[in-house]
């Protein structure tokens, strides 16, 4: 599985793009701006664009979608919660008053165990909620793509619509602190730490899940 690491947009998202060596098939983990670079670098390296995976549904996330989706085909795959609470209605209002481009509804709705491939690489979904209700991190090959859930040192916000707190420690404690110690993390956003970290060195230097 090959992984590539891109900083996009206005609020420094960290967009994935994700490739099978073998079969050049590839997905990109939230496109959040700059959609243009990432397809141009998709299209140099030769790949197949299946899908685009949101970690979550926030316009942060989601508002290259459109634009990725236009350009490539590619299906566009989300947890069902989120789908359904920031891709119609008024959560795409929210979106556009927050000064995104919301996303059209997810092709595919994904929950807690499905496996998203791409030839030989594979991705499991594991249900994270309490950032928003439908968050979702990746975990293929001893690495795990946090979102918004999980940062270098941080971790998501609590305060926003659909958001908790309790849901939320709990999904980190239970679902990601529980993985080997060598999982590799890449974070939804560069706050400027590091680009990525590891599930031993936030339990040990984290300061909102140390133990
Ligand atoms: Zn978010
Ligand atoms: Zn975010």
């Known amino acids: 599985m ?7 947009g206005f609020m420094e998202v960290f967009c994935y793009i994700v490739a099978c060596p073998r079969t050049k098939h590839a997905l990109v ?6 959609e243009e670079r990432i397809v141009a670098r998709i299209t140099q390296r030769d790949l197949n664009l299946q899908y685009i995976v ?3 549904g926030h316009g942060d996330h989601t508002c290259g979608n459109a634009k990725v989706k236009e350009l490539t085909g590619a299906k566009i795959i989300m947890h069902e919660l989120d789908d359904q609470m920031f891709n119609y209605g008024s959560g795409s209002m ?12 997810a092709d595919i709705t994904v929950k807690d165990g499905d496996t998203i491939g791409v030839g ?4 499991t979904v594991i249900h994270t909620p309490g950032h928003s209700p439908g968050g979702i991190c990746l ?9 918004d859930t999980l940062f270098v040192g941080g971790i998501g916000r609590t305060d926003l619509p659909g958001a908790s707190i309790d849901q939320f420690m709990k999904a980190i404690r239970e679902r990601l602190l529980t993985l080997p110690d060598n999982t590799i993390v890449w974070p939804g956003h560069d706050y400027g730490v590091s680009p990525s970290s590891t599930i031993e060195t936030e339990k040990k230097t984290n300061p909102w899940i140390r133990q």
């Open 2 to 8: 090959e992984i590539e690491q891109m900083k996009v």
């Open 29 to 34: 983990i939230d496109p959040a701006g700059d």
């Open 54 to 56: 949101n970690t979550h």
């Open 94 to 105: 929210m979106a556009r008053q927050w000064g995104f481009t919301p996303s059209p509804p």
């Open 120 to 123: 030989d690489a594979s991705l």
């Open 139 to 147: 975990l293929g090959d001893g690495n795990l793509f946090s979102g």
